[in-house]
């Protein structure tokens, strides 16, 4: 090795070597993402049988075009894009193994426009292709444990600056245009965020009690809505730091630090990368951002692997009712 050279990274996974010519051929990214849902063993979509072949051209002998398979079970035709976020997509498969690639390597997120022009796909295309990975990113919390130990919450907003009218009496009142997002990390854990329609008391202490355990250790900031009410008696213990007087961490380790920086990636990803989210699909970016914190310790190869298998069993349609108490 020359001087001053570095070496080449040698600890990148299996996955990460398969994506590049994913992300150029068809036949291989048909066969990566069969690979990452199916493995070594290849299921009807339908009827969960193993009792399926590929379909082969009839003249060449290699797979057919449409890379379809056939199961003997129910007779029924199906390919790797059936019951998943890509169903019906004429998006080639090459593209979507690229932005899944991108969108769980990139810190802070990427936009549909580089996408765009990365993979001369036009722009509603590649937006099309970017919610729907969004929304395979996404988890239900309803079926998953709750978060316990010691458990951060905070609220940040979301939005442009609010716009104020001049009543001709009185202080000038406030019309708001920024969306709330409630967020809960347990410390050295996973981190969930919730859209309400206002941070109050009883909208934020129904979160808690529905996604943390009553013997948690909750540590917040001074706001009012943690120390007053029905917050401040569901837990055996909450610590708070007041901010107010530069107070952001105690000796015995309250602080809500965590959850402040799981806030400035989801902002700064906004900010530099998106640049203007609306209310109506921010949901599905705080999805993202939660997906990525909670994969945080696996490599980029991994993640897009987990991001992939999460899309099996998930359809987004265009009159798919919206849901903004939830990143699920």
């Known amino acids: 090795m020359a001087k001053g050279q570095r070496p080449v990274a040698s600890d990148k996974s299996a996955i990460i070597a398969k994506l590049p010519r994913a992300c150029m ?45 056939r199961c003997r079970s129910c007779n029924k035709q199906f390919t790797v894009r059936a019951n998943s976020v890509y169903e019906d997509s004429p998006i080639p498969m090459r593209h979507w193994a690229y932005a899944f690639w991108k969108a769980c390597s990139s810190k802070k997120g990427v936009s549909a426009l580089q996408i765009k022009r990365e993979t001369g796909l036009t722009y509603k295309s590649a937006l099309f292709m970017m919610h729907r990975v969004r929304f395979a990113m996404g988890e239900d919390y309803r079926v998953q444990p709750k ?36 967020s809960l990390v347990e410390r050295d854990g996973r981190i969930r965020s919730f859209i309400p329609v206002d941070v109050t008391a009883e909208n934020v202490a129904r979160i808690l009690a529905e996604n943390v355990t009553r013997d948690s250790h909750l540590m917040t900031d001074s706001a009012m809505i943690y120390r007053r009410g029905p917050i401040a008696r569901q837990f055996v213990r909450h610590g ?50 939660d997906f990525r914190w909670n994969a945080r310790k696996i ?30």
């Open 299 to 328: 490599d980029d190869g991994a993640r897009t692997a987990l991001a992939i298998r999460q899309a099996e069993g998930k359809r987004l349609r265009y009159k798919q009712p919206i849901n903004l108490s939830t990143t699920a």
């Open 147 to 182: 978060l316990s130990g010691i458990v951060e919450a905070d609220e940040t907003y979301v939005g442009g600056k609010p716009r104020y009218t001049q009543p001709r009496s009185g202080p000038r009142v406030g019309r708001g245009r920024k969306t709330p997002v409630v």
């Open 25 to 69: 051929d068809e036949t291989a990214a048909v066969e990566f993402f069969e690979e990452q849902r199916w493995g070594k063993d290849p299921r009807c979509a339908h009827c969960d049988s193993r009792e399926i072949y590929q379909m082969l051209d009839r003249k060449t002998g290699a797979r057919n075009k449409r890379f379809l398979w």
């Open 240 to 289: 708070y730091t007041d901010h107010s007087r530069g107070e952001y961490a105690k000796p015995d380790g309250t602080h809500s630090n965590t959850v402040e920086s799981a806030f400035s990636l989801l902002k700064r990803g906004i900010m530099g990368t998106f640049h203007n989210v609306s209310r109506k699909h921010l949901h599905r970016y705080v999805a993202e951002f």
